[in-house]
């Protein structure tokens, strides 16, 4: 069964050219409309316009080109089916054996510009049915969605003598619906968006795979990172590929840094959490205050610096096992240096734009879905609840305190020192063992002076005073934590009575 | 502007009355096809057949019914410009202002049938067409896609005298392009898992909204829960509304108690975590087991029971404050004495079917997408290193310890006594760490004895002898881990100088 008569309708012409070839050389019939038609006979091609296909004309704009039974029913009929035959033939409607279609550009349209009425205009109707048609019926039509699918038409038609196999027609028809859904999700969600509609009725999410994954969490599970939209602007310089587990954490990480200043944010993450977290003007220095507060768990973790690495750096950072280094930029004699390592990933950052948004992970049978914890702290919505009044530089530190605190996993207990940690607790179901894991771990690597403050910040609100006594002998001097205990009061008192800094976030901020 | 003429073609004729005498009652035109014309007729209303109106038969067993330029072009002029309307008058087309239609129920036989061919029959070409045409237009046409729209569009047009409001109409729009995604996505799923492509090209996914919660991890933070199918079976019996983190724990439980013999497993969780399991044959014993590993933390928690509640255990569980109560049915009497608390949240899972399938979560402009961790272990699969060989019982007793450790998040640390958790160490970067946490949680609540095994499983391998060591020096005499530290050998060295069992899991379970 040769292919005797192609559809082309795209909206992007790219490499029209090399099909238009392959079609003459199997004497392909041509049916084409609009601007496509156009196109191809200024190519110097021999082709039918629809409208005389059809013999009714392209009308409303171009809204209405290939809406027509003639067109529809040499795709749709059944090949095998002697009725579908004979109705055809009693029409004079011939078959159409290939679709290549692409479609408007909505979501170009939609990045570029806020005119909705153009935007509109831009949803494809004639071309989304052609290519739906043809790709329910698969089983005798080729459907092209794609241009990166033409190198491999070519080659299934030229191997082919004229055809394909249904092998190849299936995986096309696949494709289509890929596209189809996807694009139809990208409408949806942009009037969803228009409509400041926070939770719609339906969640339709889609991605283009950006790579297989050599496995997922664990080794048995296979897994793979998709795209949301064009803007995943990760570039790895060197090193091996990156695991399911360096995306988690890498993606940790720029939740963190995000929120620092820039050029002076370290954060090192193993195991999702943060292990080691430091903002310093000093980029070297930076690094070791955040590699000093843990260096045995931050060993084969996560550094992500929020500046460009400089040699000096780079040698320090060297001197240890990491499996990612996360960058905005790198000098180029750091990237040599690095480079020394050929298993090392390097990742440049620098083009990243972190977008505040929601954000789904899977249930049984389900999805759960949340707007992203990316608020930004202000002393404003702090209420400072002790008699000591902390002062705006002891503000700022407890802030730092607070969004590396928000970045571990619940219950979560952060200790740190002008704007460095020192002590972590996490993922504990007692927070008075998060009190105690963070204050062993800095009584352990003793980064601290004796002369500054000693803050703390807690996700959620502590349940009994006994926490924050923990921390208070430990010598803490000031804390952040959301109110909400029935025992607020009682451990407003102890902190007066022991003269510290009290201060409620008026936020909770859990992660699990 | 009145609406005048409408066009109906639906697969689901349920309710199609109520609709058709609202159209009476403000004398609008009906235009339809094959079986719901019929439908229309016997109802006894006046309707115009499609292939009457459009002059052109109903053709490829009814593959063709609305495809053509009459319809579409009734659908898609803009009624506000001069020339679409002079386009309409000449060919003497007349507008089309509603299209009220619902697709062949591909996903319906999809979970029915596997006769493919059966399956494919059922993708709408002419539906979806219609819709997307409609929803396009919105600024002057009214799409219905779903029966349970019917309700709102008869007040609506009761209100507006016939007509409907431009807000309506785009809400409608929207829901309608939700409507095609959904539908092609479903598509694009069915052929992907048919030609078994693990990790397709593109991510599709989609839900219906179950509820919107009342904020997602944290107040500050919206949230919502999405099905993915019809499969959702979490049935409320009492209590408040779910709350984000209440379903996060509830997967959580689930995920674990599948892996449990029937009718014996308890699993308390805390902020993710599991804070106690046990297995037991008695379902109060194997509740209280369960609540004793760490009576402090469980407080707040999540309880969930593979079996049906009886009386006994009910009152046990009423002792403590728990958000919610999980099981597999509640004897009457145990319900009505849960229900003496009004807001304690009381969920029947016995209808869920936990599925084996792929997960995905949200990273930074992109998804992650994985095999879940769903591995059945088997004895086979382990190897034993040590020279102390396990006996079956004391295997069992390992696989129950690795099932909860890779419930817990990485490093995790679970020690086990009879199939009931004595310690469990969570969330730290380091596993040393996370082994002295659940020694010490182990050694706080004294629930074991000194006559039977004492057993640990590890997520990962342990980097060093310390880690084990450790445990060994606690008393534990059997452990389970995987391989691949290059001090395995060290540490089978080790295992066997102190006599204790050692077996490699040869899987890793890291969950973050």
Redesign the interface.
């Given at each position: 069964m040769k292919i005797k008569t192609a559809l082309i309708s795209v909206s992007n012409k790219n490499q029209l050219n090399n099909i238009l070839k392959l079609f003459k050389k199997y004497k392909i019939n041509l049916i084409s409309s609009g601007g496509t038609y156009k196109k191809i006979r200024s190519l110097g091609y021999d082709c039918v316009e629809v409208s005389n296909y059809t013999n009714?004309p392209e009308?409303?704009?171009g809204?209405?080109k290939t809406?027509?039974?003639k067109i529809?029913?040499g795709i749709?009929?059944?090949r095998d089916n002697v009725?579908?035959k004979k109705?055809l033939k009693k029409?004079n409607f011939s078959s159409i054996d290939i679709v290549i279609t692409n479609f408007y550009p909505f979501e170009k349209i939609v990045n570029q510009s806020n005119n909705h009425n153009k935007i509109?205009e831009n949803?494809d109707?004639g071309g989304?049915?052609l290519v739906?048609?043809a790709?329910?019926n698969y089983?005798d039509v080729v459907v092209i969605t794609k241009i990166d699918q033409y190198k491999n038409l070519i080659k299934e038609i030229n191997s082919n003598n004229g055809n394909t196999r249904l092998k190849f027609r299936?995986?096309m028809?696949?494709?289509a619906?890929?596209e189809?859904?996807?694009?139809?999700?990208i409408?949806?969600n942009y009037?969803?968006s228009k409509?400041k509609?926070?939770?719609?009725?339906?969640?339709?999410?889609?991605?283009?795979?950006?790579e297989?994954l050599r496995?997922?969490?664990?080794?048995?599970?296979?897994?793979?990172?998709?795209?949301?939209?064009e803007?995943?602007?990760l570039i790895k310089l060197n090193g091996k590929d990156l695991s399911?587990?360096n995306?988690?954490d890498?993606?940790a990480c720029?939740?963190l840094t995000k929120t620092m200043p820039k050029n002076r944010g370290v954060v090192i993450v193993?195991?999702?959490?943060p292990?080691g977290v430091s903002i310093e003007k000093n980029k070297l220095k930076s690094y070791t205050s955040a590699m000093n507060c843990?260096p045995?768990?931050?060993f084969g973790?996560i550094v992500a610096c929020n500046y460009k690495i400089n040699l000096k750096t780079a040698k320090e950072i060297m001197k240890k096992y990491y499996e990612v280094i996360i960058a905005n930029g790198f000098e180029k004699n750091a990237l040599k240096k690095f480079k020394q390592k050929k298993n090392l990933r390097i990742i440049d950052s620098s083009d990243?734009?972190?977008?505040t948004d929601?954000?789904?992970?899977?249930?049984?049978?389900?999805?759960?879905?949340?707007?992203?914890?990316d608020?930004i702290f202000n002393k404003k919505n702090f209420k400072i609840v002790s008699k000591t009044k902390p002062s705006r530089q002891l503000i700022d530190q407890l802030i730092f305190s607070l969004n590396v605190c928000r970045s571990v996993?619940?219950?979560a207990i952060v200790i740190t020192q002008n704007n460095k940690t020192l002590g972590i607790g996490?993922?504990?179901?007692?927070r008075l063992?998060s009190c105690k894991?963070a204050i062993e771990k800095m009584k352990k690597f003793k980064q601290y002076n004796n002369s500054d403050p000693l803050v703390a910040a807690s996700d959620a609100f502590f349940p009994f005073v006994d926490g924050i006594e923990k921390l208070v002998q430990a010598g803490i001097t000031a804390v952040i934590q959301p109110f909400g205990s029935i025992r607020d009061k009682e451990i407003i008192r102890y902190a007066n009575e022991m003269g510290i800094v009290l201060v409620f976030s008026n936020?909770?901020?859990?992660?699990?």
């Open positions: 009714f009308i409303l704009d809204r209405i809406l027509h039974p529809h029913s749709l009929f059944k009725s579908h109705t029409l509109i949803i109707i989304p049915t739906r048609a790709a329910k089983k299936e995986r028809a696949r494709e619906f890929g189809t859904a996807h694009y139809d999700s409408i949806y009037l969803n409509s509609k926070e939770i719609p009725d339906k969640l339709l999410i889609y991605g283009n795979l950006l297989s496995y997922g969490e664990n080794p048995h599970q296979f897994g793979a990172i998709y795209s949301n939209g803007n995943f602007n399911y587990n995306y988690c890498i993606f720029l939740n193993k195991h999702s959490n292990c843990d045995i768990s931050s973790g990243i734009k972190v977008k929601c954000s789904i992970i899977s249930g049984v049978n389900s999805f759960l879905m949340q707007k992203n914890d608020l996993k619940s219950n996490s993922g504990q179901p007692s063992d894991i936020t909770r901020h859990f992660k699990h």
